[in-house]
């Protein structure tokens, strides 16, 4: 099957990046700025880089939620940093927002439990854990590019990868169906970055 990529477009986040990645593999790709759109994808990417609050009101704004959470039930996800994010039930950013729901859990202050760490995050560090997902050990245990403040706690336990930060661990992947949720951003972690994609556009 031909595979076109959908990247959510609602005037944030770093499309050219995930552009520039996507050109290096032998498929089509398009931006996603309405429902319509989501008819002729067969993947989606939630881009990362933003405001929850924002993304989270543009959605709304143009009746979005539900058909997004429809693709993600159904069809590959690649959610990117604050992508991620929203996939969660609320965020902690800019009072209490709610967001897509579709991981059970919270989005808090990376320091929320860990007041001496510095904020944000910024650097390649690496991301660990063994798993019976074979998807999740072939990608643990390598270094990958993050830039964030918030970070993602779940109620639920989901097959993932953590990474180690100011002492504490921190959830750095999820796989979960047909979703893989980073933390960090695969468009900027050189090789290790396109293993990620690349394992994404093969599900």
Known sequence: MKKNVGILNFNYGNIKSVERS???FPISFQLVSAK???KDITHLIIPGVGSFKHVMSQIKEKSMTKPIKDFILHKPVLAICLGMQILFTKSEEFG???GLDIFKGSVKKINVNNPNCLVPNIGHLNVIGKSKNKILNKLSNKKYYFAHSYSCFPKKKYDHLSFDYSKKKYIGLIQHKKI???QFHPELSRKNGLDIYKWFLNF
């Open 22 to 24: 996507l050109s290096t």
């Open 36 to 38: 319509k759109d989501l």
């Open 96 to 98: 209490n927002q709610k």
């Open 180 to 182: 893989l949720a980073t």
